[in-house]
């Protein structure tokens, strides 16, 4: 079967700006972070990792104002371009070999050791992971990359959490595990920071046209600042060599998962 579809691709689409509420009770503002309030979606070879389920949807929308309520994480768009970022520029050193079954662990059994090898291994293992800290509960999404030979690919995989609560579950499988070209990720990557520059372009564009909000404070010389310094950090991401001591990483793995052997070593 070939596949026609990308392996990975993000959606997202930004709240309407009437409706974009400013951050502050006694000072009201509205910055270039808070304008990207919206929705997003991760596509992961077919399956929408991002999509709750329907039961979530309805629990979490039942106050809605009439309109459908979409399945998808209500975020600030901005945050899953950063942490996408993070990760051109941190999970994009080719992992070596002899590393390559520890980086698709999705949860060593880490020991409780203070050293700069554990703290190597521990830095290196936690870059792979796409942040969703700031989500009541999220998959944990893992990236990896590895070259060998002509095959030069990054493997993601997800796995959904339970909540405590029992409100919040995604629709989908509860886990997976998609490998491709390593051109076919940063190409999705690209993609997300052109239609996410393009759609805030066009957000501060009405705003320099319109009047002033009232009683909101807006200062569209420094979106615009602001925007121009941020479309050059996925270059700059790109740039950046981590200069991972993997053979540091390699001692404080040992250490972390058989520290009694290799306190004896």
Same mark, same amino acid.
């Given at each position: 079967m070939i596949r026609t579809d990308p392996a990975i691709r993000f959606r997202f689409e930004l709240t309407p700006l009437k409706k974009v509420g400013p951050w502050g009770t006694a000072r009201p503002v509205l910055h270039w972070f808070a304008l990207t309030d919206g929705w997003y979606c991760i596509d992961l070879d077919g399956h929408e990792v991002l999509r709750y389920s329907e039961r979530t949807v309805q629990e979490l929308r039942r106050d809605s104002d009439g309109t459908q309520p979409h399945p998808y994480v209500d975020y600030y768009v901005v945050r899953l371009w950063e942490d996408m970022i993070a990760l051109v520029s941190d999970a994009m050193e080719p992992v070596p070999p002899d590393l390559v079954d520890l980086a698709a662990d999705t949860s060593p059994d880490w020991a409780w050791l203070d050293t700069p090898e554990a703290e190597a291994a521990i830095t290196w293992h936690s870059a792979g992971y796409l942040y969703t800290g700031y989500l009541r509960v999220a998959p944990h999404v893992r990236f990896?990359?590895?070259?060998?030979?002509? /095959?030069?690919? #990054?493997? #993601?995989?997800?796995?959904?959490?339970?909540?405590?609560?029992?409100?919040?579950?995604?629709?989908?499988?509860?886990?997976?595990?998609?490998? +491709?070209?390593?051109?076919?990720?940063?190409? *999705?990557?690209?993609?997300? /920071?052109?239609?996410?520059?393009?759609? +805030?372009? =066009?957000?501060?564009?009405?705003?320099?046209?319109? /009047?002033?909000?009232?009683? #909101?404070?807006?200062?569209? %010389?420094?979106?615009?600042? %602001?925007? !121009?310094? !941020?479309?050059?950090?996925? =270059?700059?991401?790109?740039?950046?060599?981590?200069?991972?001591?993997?053979?540091?990483? !390699?001692?404080? *793995?040992? +250490?972390?998962l058989t520290p009694r052997t290799a306190a004896e070593d």
């Open positions: 990896w990359r590895t070259v060998i030979g002509e /095959d030069d690919t #990054v493997t #993601v995989t997800w796995e959904q959490q339970t909540d405590p609560e029992g409100v919040i579950e995604f629709a989908g499988p509860q886990s997976g595990r998609v490998t +491709m070209a390593t051109n076919e990720f940063l190409t *999705a990557v690209i993609e997300l /920071d052109r239609a996410l520059f393009a759609a +805030m372009d =066009q957000r501060i564009s009405e705003l320099e046209a319109s /009047d002033p909000v009232p009683d #909101v404070e807006l200062d569209v %010389e420094q979106l615009r600042r %602001e925007h !121009r310094d !941020r479309a050059t950090w996925l =270059q700059r991401a790109w740039d950046r060599d981590p200069g991972t001591d993997w053979d540091a990483v !390699r001692v404080g *793995a040992r +250490m972390l």
